[in-house]
């Protein structure tokens, strides 16, 4: 079968399309995939940057989207069912394998591109806001990052789950409007975010970090949340304790991957509650571009120049 190898760490331009042995494993999901998600955690793997380092060579692609082969009888799966799934490795190949508690059944309606862009995004955004921030009813959420993966997400998670109003917060009006399509009440830019919204907001869902950190905490009224999903900016901000302190505020890590993967179940939890509102389309991945397997490079150069809004994914 093809898929794609990393085979040195000399970035995006160096992976290759290669032909080697499908997988088997009578135990594991055996999916054709249709569609496969590209996110920075592969873009950083083609440098040897990323916390995952898979002895070379080795085929990334940690979520898709596509038709059951094979599955064990106790997985609840049938052979030609469609669905999403973690295989966390191997994903940008003709066919992969994956656990069955990281492999659901895709609604009717919803297309393998969206499938292969939703688990890893909203299962971030849905542990930030209900299970880590205790998103409340009629509650303010302001959401970093507005246009992008987690950010979109995040808009359509809290407006699905009672969120009263959501704020986006973006670096330019184009991406507002990929924001305010998304979901969001109203969009605000970076550079001004805290003057235009004031201290009115209970929860900020920020993957950005840098220097919108402490800016963030001076917009939370009492009992407000500010949630750590990432540092997209490339700095990490440091807290000044006394200001929790002084405002009755808190700041909450969110590490989604660290909690859930060695919980057997977890994630299926998340997916249980979130497949309603996927099937009735209040919670629809945002499309970026789409490339064919063989242009995985270009894929991947096109994240790394940040030239796309939406989920950027790869067909097969």
Known sequence: MRAIHISSLDGPSAVEVVDVPAPADEEQV???????????PELLQTRGLYQVKPELPFVPGAEVAGVVAAAPASSGLA?????ASLPLLGGFADRVLARPDLTFRLPDGVSFEEGASFLFNYCTSYFALLERGHLAEGETV???GGAGGIGTSAIQVAKAFGAGRVIAVVS???KGDVAMAAGADEFVLA????????????VVLDPVGGDRFTDSLRTLREHGRLLVVGFAA?????VKVNRLLLNNISVTGVGWGAYSMPRPGHVATQWAAMEPHLRSGALKPVLGP??????????????ERRAATGKVVLTV
């Open 30 to 40: 055996t999916v054709d995939v249709r569609a496969a998600g590209v996110a920075f």
């Open 79 to 83: 052979v030609g069912d469609r669905v």
């Open 142 to 144: 302001l959401v970093h």
């Open 172 to 174: 330019a009006s184009e």
């Open 191 to 202: 550079e001004n975010f805290k003057d235009e919204v004031g201290r009115a907001v209970d």
């Open 234 to 238: 490339g700095d990490i901000p440091t």
């Open 290 to 303: 789409s490339f064919p397997l063989e242009q995985a490079a270009d894929a991947l150069q096109c994240l």
